[in-house]
Structure formats: C-alpha cells, structure tokens
C-alpha cells in the first residue's frame, strides 16, 4: 500500500504547480509592466546598481515611500542573470512559497497539521494571491512576512524563549522595511502576546525583540520619519477622494471589502471563512482572531480601497477557513475538500488563462477572479525610445509620455529606458506648458483609468485643435498600437518666424511676458522686462537672458483659487537660455514658455512679517511660527504629533541645490534632538531637497539673515 505523502509535501506539491503556472504564463507573456510593477522593477535595478557599486546611502535614498528590502532581494538575482522578468518574479514566487510555509507551520501549531494544510493551499490557491504572483508588486511578499512574523510570535511563547524572541525581532524589522503597513497586520497581535508576559525575563526578551525590530528598520525610517505619516494619510484619504472613491462611511465603501472577497480568497474559501469564525470563537483562537479582524477593521474604515491592501489579511484568513473546514465531518467534509480542489482549479485557470471566462458571483456582481491571460502584444515602447535615442544624437532630454494607459504610460517607458541606460528623462502629462519637454508622446483613444487623464485629454486635444503648438512640436514617428490607437512621437523644434523682425517679435515677446508674469505675480510696482538676445536665434524663440525686476510683487500660484501669495521687495530675477513658441509670439503676442536652463535669484527683500502672513494663508502651515534673527532664523513646527521648533542657517548651495539649511538646536516636543540626528528631522520639511530635482537649475546669490529680514545678494 503506497504511503499516503507527508503533510509539508503536500504544502509544497501545491507550491510547485503555482510555480510552474506561473512560469508557463511568464514564458508566454510579453506586455509591458503596469504603473507600480514598472516602477518596482525600476527599483530593484537601481538597487542592483547600488549594491554593485557600494552605495548604500543610495540604496537608503531612493524611495520616500517604499522600503528597499523586496527590491534588494530580487537585485541579487538579477546582478547575476539580468532579467527583469526572471529576477523579479523568482523573487515573488519565492516570497510565496515562504508564505505557504508559513500558513502551515502555523495552523499546525494553532490546530494541527490537516489545518495547516488546508490553509497553506487555500492561501495559495486564493485568486487574488495567483493574480499578485505574476507582478513584481510588494503586497504578497507583505503577506507573506505578516505570516512569519505571526508564526515567530508564537514560537516565543510569550517571549520566555529568548532565541526565537532574537527571530521574532528580527522578523518584525524586515517587516517594516516589506512595506509601511506591516505595522497595521502585526500591532494587535503583538499587544495581545505582550499583555501575557508576567515574567521578568520574557519583559526583557521583548526588549531585546524590539530593539532588533527598531534597529533593523531605524536607517530606513529615521530619514522619512515625520514626512511618511502624512504621506499614509494622503494616500488613505485625501488621494482616495481626488480619486473619486466614497466617503469611507457610505454604503459603497463599507460594501466594497465584503463584497469582493469572493474576487480576492475564492466562493469555497469564503463560506469557509465565515464558519470558521464560529469555531474560532468557540475555540478560543483569540490570537488568530486578533491577526484578522482588527487589521480588517482598520481597512475597511480607509476611504481608498483596493485588494492590495487587504491581501497580507489572507493568511490569517486562510487559517481561519481552514478551522471551519476542520469543523465539518463524515460526508460534508469530503464535500468541502472537493469543492476546495475543483475551486482552487477554476481559480488559477480562470486568473492565469480566463478559463472559464467571465464568471460572475450571482446576486454581488463581482467577477469570480481578476483575469489575467498572457500576452504577447508589443506596445513598441523599445521601437519609439530608440526613435528618441537617434534624433536626440544620444543627449539626455526630457520625455513627457502623456497617456496614463497601464500598458502605454510614463512608469513602462521610464523603466525600459533606465534599464536599458538611456540618458533621458521622463514627465507626465505637463499642466501648463511644456517647459523642458523635448520629447511628446501622445495616443489616440484610451488615454487610461478616468480620474486620472484629465491632462492627458486636453493635452491630445490641444494638439488635434492648436496649429501652434502642433507647430512648435512637429511629429517624427507614428506607431499602431495592439488596442487599435496610434502612437505618437513629437519633438520641440519650433520653425523660425520669418514674417517678423527681430526687434518687433521682441517687443511682442515683452509685452506677453507681462501677461505670463500676471499668473504668478500680482500687484508689481516698478515691474521691468529686459530682453538679451541673438536676432537669427530669437527667430526660433531663444532668448540669451530674461531680466525682471521690481520694487515690490506679491508672488504666488495666482491661477489656482485663493492661492497664497508671498510679499517681496526689491526683487530681481534672470532667466537664462529661454525658448519661447515663436509662432505663438508672432501670431497672438503671447508667451509660451518652451525651455528654460538657469533661473537665477539676484536679489529680493523677504520681511519677516510678510513670511509669516504667507505662512498664515496655507491650511497645514497656518499655525509655524518664524522669526528671523542675526544669521539665523528661528521656527517652530506645530503639527499633529509633537512640535518641532529649530534654528536654521542658510549656508551656500552644493550640486544642484541653490542654497543648503542648517538646522540647530533642533527640539522635538521639547525635547533636545543629538546634532547627528537632526538631518533626519530637518529633511521632512526642507524646500531646497525638492529643488534640486527641478527641471530648471536655479542658482541664489548669497543669503543674509537679520533681525526680521532676509535678503538675497547685495
């Protein structure tokens, strides 16, 4: 009689047809990625280029967001077989098979190995989970550390042992540098494990635990450690409504978890899950509950939805269905394992090939899975960026790729040219004027998801209705696209004006200046425009240097309602090497601004009243305090959390930024911060870190500070 195979051979026997499924579909496959997958994938190559050359800074820098663990892990991989493809989703499956393993080990030891079985597959199995494992997105690989930080909580027994309290921190701090949220999935069972320990040795076990965690993860976090809680907050809400997602309250948004957990874990899965509930309440799988509901909970509360972020549940989820399937006996039991096999078939066909296709959950109008067969369509990204590559002569130049299609946008083509080494950069859809964009890419038809291609239309509309700017921007490639559009490549090379002089094209060129400046200045005194220019080169709208000079301006983002404007006096700017549409100019005496190299800051008067009036006109700011004194100013932060109050002195600039704060006697809540530290405060709030990522080089002559004034040059 053939003995029946191990309980973790059954594990990983369903593991390995995951992996061969998804194999066999990457084999196939040939879009290009979509948004975050591109932008992961250009990750992991930078990381890999980091690490060869030794730069861990680097490595630290690169991402406000995005914590460098899963990215680094796939750039070893791909150091010594460089394919994106490959390294990437070897580093994901591998992440699911560290998942499985874990969902076993814990349902064996919550319940027995039949249990951890059950779960391992149902988790494997689960749509959604088969869906994430063809992206090299950093949601599975969250999922499956949520499980193996869950696992080594319990393997401390309540942190008495303190080998596996060593692990658990050690878990806890590749966790948090998975992703930010790692911390939502582990806090309740974490609090719940600590509110066990009586005894004095476990209390320092979790000392030790979490002093690991912290200093795993501080080097990352230090630097981003004010600025990230804000950017969580923009992305849950303010993000989410931009978006057009419901007030976290309606009854959309309190449906849209329920309803898609079919879509996300699988019909069988979730009837499962729901009886499993029971039991485990009846069981007192409290821990279990505490990895599952408050997590839940939490999310569903968030105003911006999406299976992604409820993906590291999963685990927890699948032992949970893996209780009430232990539950059932005799026939119902053989029932539900059938059931279990037949569905976790459908599931991976009907994800991985839409076999069946087009299921629908009778009477919740949600699709069983989210398809995602192959393809081997070419979006000719590779053909247009060498077309960009000849005509440039190999220059770098500034790409703006005005489409938002997941298959045809900014993130697939930046990634293909950083890969590929290409010197060029890339912007999206521009809101003014196409200011340093030597390159358009535009398409016809599905311009991408709707709350996000307003630009994107009215820029293709602008070149289909406006002979000026189709002009200044001629078409050099045209390419058929698989959904049936066109692509379109257009470089800035404005035809000379011949109709005109120079010196009257100058004076139209300065009597529209004074219009652009009226969307950024408003009442100037003694406002000058001086222009320095080459007769043969202003025929193509290049300027030598713009100067502009006045007594006094209000200055701000005046096109935007009830934008904030920043008295100035005695102010002087230059603008140097400027091209402007010189049809534009000839034809409407109007100033489109095309390029512009340098923008120099020569002079300007800032009162320390007017900087906190400024300061008063913006909601997240309105209650900062600054006072300007000898060499110094002083500043006080008021924000949720603890204030911040420092003293800054403004230094002269180093590579691209214009000028450098030096922050002192930095204070956070009160408390003195250690000089060593103050950079990582400091960088959440300074302006110049951003400054130097402009398009635009912006120089500042030297700064002064006394008391109650700043000034710039002489």
Not at 308 to 331: C, H, S
Not at 529 to 552: E, K, N, P
Not at 559 to 583: F, G, K, M, S, Y
Not at 633 to 652: I, K, T, Y
Request: charged content about 20%.
């Amino acid at each position: 009689m053939a003995k029946p195979p191990s309980e973790l051979a059954t594990v990983l026997g369903g593991y390995a047809v995951l992996v061969a499924v998804a194999a066999a579909w990457l084999s196939i496959n040939s879009r290009p990625p979509e948004w975050d997958h591109a932008n992961h994938l250009e990750r992991m190559v930078s990381c890999a280029r980091d690490l060869a050359a030794g730069d861990v800074a680097a490595v630290l820098g690169r991402s406000s967001f995005y914590p460098p663990l899963v990215f680094c892990a796939a750039a070893l991989p791909y150091r010594i077989w460089p394919s994106d493809v490959a390294a990437g989703q070897a580093t994901i499956l591998a992440f699911l098979g560290l998942g499985m393993i874990a969902v076993y080990l814990l349902g064996r030891r919550l319940a027995g190995g039949a249990v951890g079985v059950v779960a391992a597959l149902l988790f494997g199995s689960a749509p959604f989970v088969v869906y994430s494992a063809l992206r090299f997105q950093l949601d599975l690989p969250l999922a499956s550390m949520v499980a193996v930080a869950l696992l080594a909580l319990l393997w401390t027994e309540g942190f008495a042992r303190r080998g596996w309290s060593i692990v658990a921190g050690l878990v806890l701090g590749l966790g948090m540098v998975t992703k930010p949220p790692f911390a939502a999935y582990l806090l309740v069972p974490v609090a719940l494990v600590v509110a066990g320990i009586r005894q004095r040795r476990a209390a320092l076990n979790l000392l030790l635990a979490l002093g690991l965690g912290a200093a795993l993860c501080l080097p990352w976090y230090g630097l981003r450690i004010f600025g990230l809680a804000s950017q969580v907050g923009n992305r849950s809400f303010k993000q989410a409504a931009e978006a057009g997602f419901p007030h976290p309250f309606s009854w959309p948004a309190l449906a849209y978890y329920p309803r898609t957990l079919v879509t996300q874990f699988g019909v069988v899965a979730a009837l499962l899950l729901l009886a499993g509930l029971a039991v485990a309440v009846r069981r007192r799988q409290w821990f279990l509950l505490a990895a599952l509901l408050p997590a839940a909970t939490l999310f569903e509360l968030l105003q911006n939805k999406n299976l992604r972020y409820t993906l590291p549940l999963l685990p927890a989820a699948a032992l949970v269905a893996a209780l009430g399937f232990d539950a059932l006996r005799g026939r119902a039991r053989a029932a539900a394992a059938a059931a279990l096999a037949i569905a976790a078939a459908i599931q991976v066909s009907a994800t991985v090939a839409d076999v069946p296709a087009g299921v629908e959950i009778p009477g919740l109008r949600v699709p069983l899975v989210m398809p995602s067969p192959p393809h081997r369509e070419d979006w000719r990204q590779r053909e247009i960026l060498r077309l960009i590559a000849r005509d440039s002569g190999g220059a770098a130049r500034v790409v703006s790729v005005v489409p938002n299609h997941p298959f045809f946008s900014v993130s697939n083509f930046r990634y293909y040219a950083f890969r590929d080494d290409l010197p060029l950069g890339f912007a999206r859809a521009w809101s003014d004027y196409p200011l340093n964009i030597a390159y358009v890419v535009l398409k016809t038809g599905n311009q991408g998801p709707d709350f996000t291609i307003e630009k994107a239309r009215r820029i293709s509309e602008q070149f289909a209705s406006d002979p000026l700017l189709a002009a200044a921007f001629p078409a050099i490639g045209e390419f058929a696209l698989p959904d049936g559009s066109v692509g379109t490549v257009r470089v800035r090379r404005p035809a000379p004006v011949t109709a005109l002089a120079a010196r009257a094209l100058a004076e139209r060129i300065r009597a529209g200046a004074a219009g652009l400046l009226k969307e950024f200045v408003a009442d100037p005194e003694d406002l000058r425009v001086g222009l320095d220019y080459d007769d043969a080169a202003l025929a193509r709208g290049v300027i030598r240097r713009v100067t502009i000079s006045a007594a006094a301006a209000k200055v701000g983002e005046r096109r935007r309602p009830h934008a904030a404007t920043l008295q100035l006096r005695d102010v002087r700017v230059v603008l140097e090497n400027i091209q402007v549409n010189p049809a534009r100019a000839a034809a409407e005496g109007a100033v489109e601004p095309l390029a512009l190299e340098r923008f120099r800051i020569e002079r300007l008067r800032l009162a320390e009243a007017d900087l906190q009036a400024f300061l008063g006109e913006l909601k997240r700011m309105r209650r900062w305090r600054v006072a300007f004194l000898d060499d110094a100013a002083e500043l006080h932060v008021a924000q949720r959390g603890p204030d911040v109050d420092l003293r800054l002195s403004v230094l002269p600039g180093r590579g691209r930024r214009p000028i450098v704060l030096a922050a002192h006697a930095v204070r956070v809540g009160g408390v003195p911060v250690p000089d060593a530290l103050t950079g990582w405060i400091v960088r959440s709030y300074d302006p110049t870190l951003r400054w130097s990522t402009l398009p635009v080089a912006v120089d500042v002559a030297p700064v002064h500070i006394r008391k109650g004034v700043l000034e710039v040059g002489n």
